[in-house]
């Protein structure tokens, strides 16, 4: 009685720890938890049924505990085999379920069940175990039949582990192995019971006890041997240098590239720890404390960055020895360096990149005292270098100004390629040589061995005064100092002066001012009038005044050219447009024959459609298109000759008198006269008497208004300013007049007077 208690006590708590394995199993987060949870869960049936078979005095209670007993095992065996296929996963390609097994089990399941009405598989007898009877198995064939299927899928299991355990890398073995020895433990179990042939079957507890076994295993148990393994494989194989030292500081442990690091074979490595001192050369920090510091190696093309860490290994307090990584960063830090050298260099020229350059001048002046100068490098009509030659001969030339400019460069310099043809050079005032530069700029020339050509290359300078400037603006103020050069061919240097500083403040602050003095009529037209042969007076030419409330009267050479840089000019000449056609409409009626001639800048034709904007006025004021006279310069012919002679017809065709204004002043292309839809010419004296003998000028003159009257043109003379002129032009066959010698461009009301004789 005491034994049967003894052994159910031992079943309820293998069952309790079953049920606890089980519940731990499925919850886990790993594949393999699932496996191990549906086999103790599989294990509790047998076990229960062993239980019943125990306790009980009841034959039909005995036997229904053996059917849960057989069926039960049917089922550990099904859980066994998947369980086994789970944890021997990955080994040479991963193990196949055997569906076959399962099926076979499912069959003597059935088997089984069938022997309630069969009783092929087995009967109970009673023996008397402690004074009560105990009903034993009496095995039939059926039985025998799920005893070997039974035992051949444990095999089965075993020997899965065991090929596992053969085929796996060494490390893993005692992972396979212990699964063996817990599986072989509960075969132990079974040949115990089987061998005694003591009454009460507790085989099951073998199983029971491998089920918890197999838990433990699968989800806690970790070799240490295993663990110890892979680290250090992983250690071995690491790219970083690993060293491992004993409190002593020998070393007793080098992986491969730390043996690699310092050139000792495995043997010597207990010597490594001489050889890094060799290497690096004394730490100068004590092994027995955990450091990291850099360490350079080797120079030039050898030279090698590496960081080095040590870290205390301690047990109980006690130091029980350290390990140095040793990283090699010289691949990083020369990857580093290059993405450096590229973000800061122009890959063409190797100069600095602009930002750089700005940063190393910003640098530079907040570092040091000392004078500089701010150059800023030009290359005049540098596109036309790329065109006429091409884009090679182009970037040639670009390199060889590089080249240049390095040459001529100290230590003290600062230098870089600002843009496309736009170089910046930051110089200390006392080395920079005006003349010997100039020199040199007045002979550049670029060649490819075949061409050769002179570059025209300008220097804008800046002396930095004020350090608080920003460097873009004093680079900027360096480049406007170019603009400044008037002999482009012969002057290749130009300093940025208080001149240059109050033409710049001038133009920025009149710009600011402009649409103020529209507004307010601060902007007047003056009209100079134009007389016939006769001297009557048949026009006036609208020329634009400012009287500005703080400079006072402005002719227009002190804002029109300031206006036709910036592109404002458009502004000025919208508004004298609709000034002429005011005074036009004024007029109508009384004074019909009289015209007004306004001026367009060639700038106007890039910022508004001229013609539409004119005829929109003359359609506005209702006026005779014939009343308002345009006047075009030749240079705007200059640039997109067929778009402008286009214009010009349908300006001509609309019915406007096209005037082109300052003829003879510079690029006067007489072949494009014949072409052109012009029906007047004026030429100015001015330009004439400036360059030429009087003689030369009346003879140009001449030639001028003789071919205008071969061309149908009407010929204007501006600039006439005595009575000898006027008769000279008069014999010549000029047919109208403008001058100071009839009378000066005066405000509207004096023209009027002058012209009308009212007030
Ligand atoms: P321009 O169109 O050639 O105008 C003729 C200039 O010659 C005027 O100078 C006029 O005052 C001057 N002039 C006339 N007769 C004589 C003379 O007998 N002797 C001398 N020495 N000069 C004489 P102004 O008014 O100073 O205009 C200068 C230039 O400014 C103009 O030359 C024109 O190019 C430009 N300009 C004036 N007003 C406007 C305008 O509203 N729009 C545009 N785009 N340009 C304008
Ligand atoms: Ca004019
Ligand atoms: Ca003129």
């Not at 393994?229 to 030292?245: E, K, P, V, Y």
């Not at 150059?375 to 240049?404: H, T």
Request: hydrophobic residues 45%; proline residues 3%.
């Amino acid at each position: 009685m005491n034994m049967r208690i003894g052994v159910s006590l031992l079943l309820g708590i293998i069952v309790a720890v079953l049920v606890f394995c089980g519940v731990k199993g499925i919850r886990s987060r790993r594949s393999i938890g699932r496996y191990v949870g549906i086999l103790d869960f599989a294990l509790i049936p047998p076990v229960l049924g062993n239980i019943i078979v125990i306790c009980t005095s009841s034959q039909i209670a005995a036997e229904f505990g053996y059917y849960i007993y057989f069926i039960g095992m049917n089922a550990v065996m099904c859980a066994l085999v998947s369980f086994t296929c789970g944890y021997c996963k990955g080994v040479s390609g991963g193990q196949q379920k055997p569906l076959f097994l399962y099926v076979v089990l499912i069959a003597d399941t059935v088997q089984v069940m069938l022997n309630i009405f069969t009783g092929h598989v087995f009967d109970t007898e009673a023996v008397d175990v402690g004074g009560r009877p105990y009903y034993r198995v009496v095995s039939h064939s059926g039985h025998l039949i799920h005893m070997i299927i039974d035992y051949a899928a444990f095999v089965c299991v075993i020997l899965i582990f065991i090929i596992a355990a053969v085929k796996t890398a060494k490390i893993y073995r005692e992972k396979y192995l212990v699964m063996v020895l817990s599986l072989g433990l509960c075969g132990v179990c079974e040949v115990f019971y089987i061998i005694s042939r003591i009454p009460i079957d507790r085989s099951v507890i073998g199983f029971g006890v491998c089920g918890i076994l197999a838990f433990y295993f699968s989800l806690y148990y970790r070799p240490m041997r295993l663990l110890d393994r892979m680290l250090s494989n992983i250690a071995w194989d690491m790219t970083d240098a690993l060293f491992l030292f004993d409190p002593t500081f020998r070393c007793i442990w080098a992986n491969d590239a730390a043996m690699r690091l310092i050139g000792l074979e495995s043997s010597e490595v207990d010597t490594a720890g001489e050889a890094l001192v060799k290497l690096f050369g004394p730490a100068g920090r004590d092994y027995h404390e955990e450091w990291c510091i850099e360490k350079v190696t080797g120079t030039d093309e050898q030279i090698s960055y590496y960081s080095l860490r040590n870290h205390l290994v301690t047990e109980e307090r006690n130091v029980a020895g350290s390990f140095l990584v040793v990283r090699d960063n010289t691949e990083e830090r020369r990857k580093m360096q290059h993405e450096i050298y590229n973000s800061t260099h122009d890959t063409m020229t190797g100069l600095y990149t602009k930002e750089y350059f700005y940063r190393c001048v910003r640098d530079r002046l907040s570092g040091t005292d000392g004078d500089y100068l701010a150059i800023f490098v030009d290359v005049k009509n540098f596109k036309l270098v790329n065109d006429i030659f091409s884009r090679e001969f182009g970037d040639k030339a670009i390199l060889q100004i590089a080249d240049a400019i390095r040459n001529c460069m100290t230590r003290d310099c600062v230098y870089g390629r600002l843009g496309g043809d736009t170089f910046g050079v930051l110089v200390p005032k006392d080395i920079f040589r005006a003349r010997s530069v100039e020199r040199l700029l007045s002979g550049f020339t670029v060649s490819d061995g075949k061409i050769e050509h002179h570059l025209l290359i300008h220097i804008g300078v800046y002396e930095v005064t004020d350090r608080s400037v920003d460097v873009s603006v004093i680079f900027d103020r360096a480049h406007l100092a170019i603009s400044s050069i008037t002999d482009i061919f012969n002057t290749h240097i130009a300093v940025y002066d208080s001149e240059l500083r109050d033409k710049v403040l001038w133009e920025q602050k009149i710009a600011l001012d402009l649409h103020e003095a529209i507004e307010q009529k601060q902007l007047r037209p003056y009209l100079q009038p134009i007389a016939d042969s006769k001297g009557n007076v048949v026009g006036a030419e609208a020329l634009a005044r400012w009287i500005h409330p703080e400079h006072g009267f402005m002719p227009p050479a002190m804002f029109i050219p300031v206006f036709e840089k910036n592109g404002m000019i458009v502004d000025v000449d919208r508004y004298m447009w609709r000034c002429a056609c005011e005074l036009l409409s004024k007029w109508k009626g009384t004074h019909d024959d009289l015209f007004i001639s306004v001026n367009i800048s060639p700038k106007d034709f890039y910022f508004c459609d001229v013609v539409s904007e004119i005829q929109e006025l003359i359609r506005e004021f209702d006026l005779e298109p014939s009343r308002l006279r345009i006047e075009i310069t030749e240079s705007v012919m200059m640039n997109d000759a067929e778009d402008k002679m286009k214009i010009l017809s349908q300006l001509h065709d609309a019915g406007f008198v096209v005037e082109m204004d300052d003829f003879g002043s510079g690029y006067s292309s007489l072949n494009l006269l014949k072409d052109m839809p012009v029906d007047v010419l004026k030429v100015d004296m001015k330009f004439l008497s400036r360059s030429e003998s009087m003689d030369r000028a009346k003879k140009i003159i001449k030639s001028i208004i003789s071919l205008s009257y071969e061309l149908d043109i009407t010929s204007l003379t501006e600039g006439v300013e005595t009575e000898t002129q006027y008769t000279d032009l008069f014999e010549m066959g000029c047919k109208l007049f403008q001058g100071y010698y009839f009378a000066k461009p005066m405000p509207v009301s004096e023209f009027e007077e002058f012209t009308f004789g009212v007030k």
